[in-house]
C-alpha cells in the first residue's frame, strides 16, 4: 500500500488529508450524480402531444382539422368497404371477369388517395398548430424559470417516470391562461 505523507507535520498532514477527502467526496458525488454542496439542478418532464392537443386552442385546432377532413375521410372509409366486398366476391377466383384488375385499379386509388390525405392533413396541421407550439414554448420558458428548471424532457422516451416531475397538466393550464 502506498503512503501518502503531506510536508508540514502533524498538523499540515490533517488539513492535507481532510482537503483530500473533501476532494475525494466531491469527485463520488459529481460521478454519482449527487451535488454535495447545494441543490440538485431541477428536471421535469411532459407530455408534448397532451400539451398540444389538449390545451383549450389546440382542442380547437383539432376540431377544425377534423371538420375539414372528414368528407375525405368518410370516402377513404367507403373505398376500403369496396375494396373488402370485391376481396370477398366470388367472382375474384374467375381470371375472365377483370374482378383482380378492378381489385388492382382501386387499391391503387385508395393508396393514393390516402397519401395525399396525410400530407393535406400534415400541411394544415403544421400550419393550424405553429401558433399553439409557439405559445407552448412561451408558457414552458416562463414555467422553467418560475420553477428554477434546468431541463424539461418530453416524456414520451422513457421506460419510467416518477409522476412528481410530471407538469404536463401545469403547463396545459399556463398556455390556456397566457394569450
Request: aromatic residues 6%.
Amino acid at each position: 500500500m502506498i503512503k501518502l505523507e503531506a510536508p508540514g507535520g502533524q498538523e499540515a498532514a490533517a488539513l492535507w488529508k481532510l482537503s483530500t477527502l473533501l476532494a475525494f467526496l466531491a469527485l463520488v458525488g459529481l460521478l454519482g450524480g449527487c451535488d454535495l454542496f447545494g441543490a440538485q439542478p431541477k428536471t421535469a418532464v411532459i407530455n408534448t402531444r397532451d400539451v398540444i392537443t389538449k390545451c383549450t386552442e389546440g382542442i380547437r385546432a383539432v376540431t377544425e382539422v377534423q371538420k375539414q377532413f372528414a368528407d375525405r375521410q368518410t370516402r377513404l372509409k367507403a373505398q376500403e368497404e369496396t375494396i373488402s366486398k370485391l376481396r370477398q366476391s366470388p367472382a375474384m377466383a374467375d381470371p375472365k371477369s377483370g374482378k383482380k384488375e378492378e381489385l388492382r385499379t382501386l387499391v391503387q386509388k385508395y393508396v393514393a388517395d390516402s397519401q395525399q390525405l396525410r400530407k393535406d392533413v400534415s400541411e394544415v396541421e403544421a400550419a393550424k398548430f405553429k401558433p399553439i407550439v409557439d405559445r407552448i414554448n412561451k408558457a414552458l420558458a416562463e414555467y422553467a424559470k418560475e420553477h428554477g428548471l434546468v431541463s424539461v424532457q418530453d416524456k414520451n422516451g422513457f421506460a419510467y417516470i416518477n409522476p412528481s416531475i410530471d407538469i404536463t397538466d401545469a403547463i396545459i393550464k399556463k398556455v390556456d391562461e397566457t394569450k
